[in-house]
C-alpha cells in the first residue's frame, strides 16, 4: 500500500482493467462493493465497444487479487425492454438489507430522457430483480442506508438542476415511494476542491460518531473538471442533521492511472468493505480502471472530530 494522508493505495493498483474482463469491453470502472460469504464482490462498471455501459459481478477472496469474473452481466440494458436504461446501466452502490434478506443495487439508468436512479433487488448475485425508476431524471449517485431509521429506508441522491448539484436525502416505507426530501451536503461554490458538484460515493457507513459519508467532490479546471473524494458525518438518529465536514479532500488523482484515461483526473469511489476498524474503498480511475485504497475508520472519525465542521 502507498499512503499519501488518510488513504494507502494498493500497490496491486489498478487491480482490474478490460484486460481482465473475459469479453471484450473498452473499460471496467465505478464499482459497487460488498462481502459475500466471506469474499469480496464487486458490481463492475464495464463499458462495451458500442458506447453503453452494463454491470457484471466480480469474486476475490482477498479483494485485492485472483479475480473471478463473470462471463455476462448481471444487469444490462439489452436485458429488458426498458425505455429508463436504453443508454446503459452505470455506477451501482450495493446495501445488504438483513429486515427483507436481499441487496439493494441503486444505479443509474441512462436514456434519452437522462440520468435517473433505479433499483433492483439480489439474493445472491446470480439473478437480479428490478423496481423500476426510483428517482426521475436527471438524477443519480443513489446510495442507501444499511438499516431503518425511524420505520424508514434512506437514500443519498443527487439531482442536478443547471449546473448545481448537491446531495439530497430522501424515505420510503416500501422502497418504491420516496419522500420525505432534504438537502444534507451542499457543493460549496468558488474555489473549493468540492465546489462544482459533489454526489454520494459509497452506501453510508455506521459508526460510533454518526453515519460516516464518502462523497466525491469536483472542481472545474480550465482544462476541465477533477474528481476527488471527501468525508462528512450525519447524526445516527437523525440523518437529515449535517453533523461534520471535512474542509479538505482525502483522496484525489495523484497517479498516472489515475489522472491518464477516458476521463482524465477523476478518482470515483461506489463501493467499500469494512473489516474491523480496515477500510477497502473501490474506485474507478479515470474512468478506464478499477482501483482500491485503504483508511482507518477511527482515524477518519479523529480527523472529523478535529477539523470538520457543519
Known sequence: MTRYG??????HNPIITFRDIPYACNTVFNPGATLVDGETLLLLRIEDLQGRSHLTV?????????WRIKDRPLISPDEA???????GC?????????DIGKWIIAYTAYSRFGAGVALATTEDFESAER?????APNNKDGAMFPQKIDGRYWMLHRPVVGDVGHIWLTASFDLKHWGCVCCVIEERGGPWWDGYKVGAATIPIQTEDGWLILYHGVKQFPAGPMYRMGV???DLEDPQRLVARLPYWVLGPHESYEMMGEVPNVVFPCGHVRKDDDLYVYYGAADTTI??????VSELLQSLREHGRP
Do not use: H, M
Open 131 to 135: 423496481l423500476g425508476l426510483a428517482l
Open 232 to 234: 462528512a458525518l450525519l
Open 291 to 296: 482501483c482500491v485504497a485503504k483508511a482507518s
Open 6 to 11: 488518510l488513504f494507502q493505495r494498493s500497490e
Open 90 to 98: 452505470e455506477d451501482p452502490r450495493l446495501t445488504y438489507l438483513e
Open 58 to 66: 466480480a469474486r476475490s477472496k482477498d479483494g485485492i487479487t485472483g
Open 81 to 87: 425492454d426498458n425505455p429508463y436504461e436504453q443508454f
